[in-house]
């Protein structure tokens, strides 16, 4: 049986509540019970070090452990360094030292999310007095190194990792498991909704809280993208949003519904038909046929725009998301055997900065519906 862990931002607090309770108490603790807030529970931390640094610095240092979550943080050290006084009118300020990164359209602000901010708040306020102030300064040793090793890049963080996510357990990521996973929450919330939103990955998740959409209709799939449409229609959803990075999403217009790069890519095929049928001349499709990524390739088509005055990215992106809207509903409807018709289907797109591209006819009809 697989177990679950705990996300990067929970160790981070753990960490900080440890080297708070040394500025008050100056003396180690072994473990620390962290509200974990999403979901509601207490998790019992182990404190791998905690010391003063100064009369007022101390540092807190916990290591991280995802479960059997397939997570390059694995071990990882995590510290925390509080320093009584704030610099803000906030009772906490948190900031990020090495190894976290930064978010390039956010002025280099730290790559700590929402979550994040919310489990450090919440648990270091309920250690301080009335009109007491801390700094917290979260170090990841490692962050930088690791980065390079994941597609933060891609997403505008730069030097080092985020402290991303929506809830504090770090699910199992072996595959049966994480499409149980999955189904399981897809069941629930099918129960409740008839229209819900489909996010592969933390981003998406962050970015349609963002744009208002109630979390409660939001449902992580990662690269199950296949399996998950068909659930959701033999649980008789009526409309499903897809909101996801165009680099993942793009691969369900050219019929491939397990996102996982191991498995199939065909991006760049998909984007140099699309801008084919469009009319694109010759030497621009090679141009895009021949792109590194998918961000380099809408990164030419915005500066085929800008320099000619053309309007490309809205031509092959909307293409693109009607082809995704039609296809997956092709394929629900491919894999009903109850001669129902399918949910209907609407997607969006965002680009590396998290800033959406384009979305489907459907998908606005949807979104006026779900903000």
């Not at 929970?10 to 807030?37: E, G």
């Not at 390079?148 to 809830?167: I, P």
């Not at 981003?203 to 959409?213: F, H, P, T, Y």
């Not at 289907?345 to 590396?352: K, Q, T, V, Y």
Request: glycine residues 8%; contains cysteine.
């Amino acid at each position: 049986m697989t177990k679950a862990g705990y996300t990067l931002p929970v160790f981070a607090c753990a960490a900080a509540m440890a080297a708070l309770h040394w500025l008050r108490q100056n003396q180690p603790v072994q473990t620390m019970a962290v509200d974990l807030i999403t979901p509601a529970q207490i998790a019992e931390i182990p404190i791998e070090q905690v010391a003063g640094l100064s009369e007022n610095l101390a540092l807190g240092i916990t290591r991280s452990n995802p479960g059997d979550n397939l997570d390059l943080t694995r071990d990882t050290p995590i510290w925390a360094m509080v320093a009584w006084g704030g610099e803000t009118a906030q009772a906490v300020t948190i900031k990020g030292g090495e190894g976290i990164g930064k978010i390039l359209d956010a002025d280099d602000q730290p790559a700590i999310y929402r979550y994040a901010q919310n489990l450090l708040q919440e648990n270091l306020q309920r250690m301080l007095a009335p009109g007491e102030k801390i700094t917290v300064t979260i170090i990841l040793p490692e962050g930088r190194s690791l980065a390079v090793r994941t597609s933060n890049a891609a997403f505008g963080v730069v030097e080092g990792l985020s402290l991303l996510g929506t809830t504090g357990i770090s699910q199992p990521l072996s595959s049966p498991d994480q499409l149980t996973a999955f189904r399981a929450e897809l069941q629930q919330k099918a129960s409740r909704f008839q229209s819900l939103v489909f996010c592969i990955g933390e981003n998406g998740l962050d970015l349609a809280q963002k744009i208002g959409i109630n979390p409660e209709q939001l449902v992580k799939t990662a690269n199950w993208l296949g399996p998950m449409l068909v659930e959701a229609d033999a649980l008789g959803v009526k409309e499903i949003l897809l909101f996801g990075y165009h680099g993942k999403l793009l691969k369900l217009a050219g019929g491939i519904f397990h996102t996982h790069h191991h498995l199939a890519d065909g991006r760049r095929e998909i984007l140099a038909a699309h801008c084919a049928l469009a009319g694109m001349q010759s030497s621009d499709i090679q141009a895009i046929f021949h792109s590194p990524t998918a961000e380099a390739a809408l990164k030419y088509l915005r500066e085929l725009d800008t320099d000619s005055g053309s309007d490309w990215v809205n031509q092959v992106y909307g293409a693109i998301v009607q082809t995704v809207d039609t296809r997956s509903q092709e394929y629900m409807q491919a894999h009903n055997n109850r001669g129902t018709t399918a949910p209907k289907c609407g997607s969006i797109l965002f680009d590396r900065d998290r800033k959406i591209i384009v979305k489907s006819k459907t998908a606005c009809f949807l979104i006026a519906k779900l903000c």
